[in-house]
């Protein structure tokens, strides 16, 4: 369905709505503006409505999770046939069948696939839980906290996580309760124009940072590398073809974990199940979230079998790691029925191939602001420069307002802010990117005059 174009935006009950929570919900949370926030009423497939009945096609797949679509016809009955059944349980104490059916179908899409060898599972809520519980899995499994992680990582903003590594906005407020465990190193960043196998050249970029990498290792007490494989919120940056199975490598070299953060890029978003297959890298351990149960929280610390049970103990009754909603029944539910939606293997040459039509629509944007077309599949980015070559955060801003009165809901990443997201349901249309693409091209033509 093409987008409508909202000569109001925001509408008044909307802006109402803003007035309200501003009064009560605490600072910092939701960004406010003039032209910020419309408030969602319902959504369906790649479309949202908003509180004044405006309609929107969603370019962002509401932070990566609806890849599916806004509620999925077969989520939607497994939702509400479990609601009517048991919506809260007791995960970690009296659990329910469809923890196990979760377990094991999680098992079979990983590491069973992967080595014909089990996995093991420790579900959470949100991303960052996954990311923590991975991290526990290190210190128990190597005896060593360090962690190494990448510049402009992002792995969620829980202590963990923050303390791991990634970006300095979210971290700096918060150092002084960081405990001391990240060393982080550059990303590196494919400059060869990103094909499943990069040129020699792009290649031999890495091998600085593998020497760099040998000697933290060598010099520091790092249980696990955290990585993820294609950097999402820090610009949908690919790194060169041989870098996962460097990591693999130097891992296995140095009794290193090899941590895989794939809660944005699993799960066919990058047009394979996981985005670690495109170069047969075998993690340690792999952090879902995000689609998972396309729409509610549900996150997964997935590790083979051997690895985990090396490292936890069995439970004494205390379990020292869980949380009160593990293994929600509704959104355990909706796992179930996503993943065997995910299962199809039709569905990441899909979004290979929407991909490559998106990316070819943008590449004949022929502007001077346009800066590289990065990422994979449906997880792409839009360098916005400024004609001297500068990060152009003002174009990507005003983009995404002016996207919002077209009809498009879109947002910027990277941490100067200057890269549009590209990251629409899996079933976008050629028409509706047809559409998108045109008023990008309006009005980045629009913003050069
Ligand atoms: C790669 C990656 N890891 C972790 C997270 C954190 O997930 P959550 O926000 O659910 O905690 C995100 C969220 O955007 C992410 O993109």
Request: charged share 15%; with cysteine; glycine share 10%.
């Amino acid at each position: 369905m093409l987008p409508e174009i909202h000569t109001k935006i925001p509408g008044p009950k909307s802006i109402a709505l803003a007035a309200r929570l501003a009064a009560h919900e605490c600072r910092n949370v939701t960004f406010m503006n003039k032209d910020f926030p419309v408030f969602w009423l319902k959504a369906e497939g790649n479309n949202v409505w908003d509180v004044d009945g405006n309609r929107y096609l969603d370019f962002t797949s509401a932070f990566g999770v609806t890849g599916l679509g806004h509620s999925p016809p077969e989520v939607v009955t497994a939702l509400t046939s479990q609601a009517t059944e048991l919506i809260h349980g007791m995960g970690d104490v009296h659990p329910t069948e469809l923890k196990v059916a979760v377990c094991e179908k999680i098992s079979q899409m990983t590491f069973e696939r992967w080595n014909n060898a089990p996995a093991k599972i420790i579900l959470g809520n949100t991303g960052f839980e996954a990311i923590e519980s991975a991290l526990k899995t290190s210190q128990l499994a190597t005896g060593k906290p360090g962690i190494v992680t990448f510049e402009n990582a992002y792995h969620g903003l829980g202590y963990g996580s923050l303390a791991a590594g990634g970006m300095k906005r979210f971290r700096d407020p918060f150092l002084p309760q960081l405990a001391d465990i990240g060393h982080s190193l550059p990303f590196p960043q494919c400059t060869c124009g990103q094909s499943l196998e990069c040129s020699a050249e792009c290649l031999n970029t890495l091998e600085p940072l593998s020497l760099q990498l040998r000697n933290t290792l060598q010099n520091s007490q790092v249980g696990a590398i955290l990585v993820e494989p294609i950097q999402g919120r820090g610009g949908k940056v690919v790194p060169p073809s041989g870098f996962l199975p460097m990591l693999r490598k130097i891992c296995d070299d140095t009794g290193t974990l090899l941590i895989l953060d794939e809660i944005l890029t699993g799960l066919n978003r990058c047009g394979h199940l996981f985005a670690c297959e495109a170069s047969g890298t075998i993690p340690d351990i792999i952090c879902l979230g995000k689609s998972l149960a396309s729409g509610l929280p549900l996150s997964a610390c997935v590790g083979s079998a051997e690895l985990m049970d090396q490292a936890w103990p069995e439970s004494d009754g205390e379990a020292i790691h869980t949380t009160t909603h593990l293994g929600n029944p509704p959104a355990c539910a909706m796992a179930l029925a996503s993943l065997d939606l995910h299962s199809n293997p039709a569905l990441a040459s899909q979004v290979q191939e929407r991909g490559q039509l998106l990316r070819s629509m943008i590449e004949t944007i022929d502007l001077p602001t346009r800066g590289a077309i990065r990422g994979r599949g449906l997880l792409l980015g839009l360098e916005l420069l400024t004609v001297g070559g500068k990060p152009d955060r003002a174009t990507g801003t005003g983009f995404v307002v002016h996207a919002l009165k077209n009809g498009f809901i879109v947002l910027t990443s990277s941490p100067e802010g200057n890269v549009l997201s590209l990251v629409p349901p899996f079933d976008i249309a050629e028409e509706e990117m047809r559409s998108f693409t045109n008023c990008l091209q309006e009005y980045l033509a629009f913003s050069n005059t």
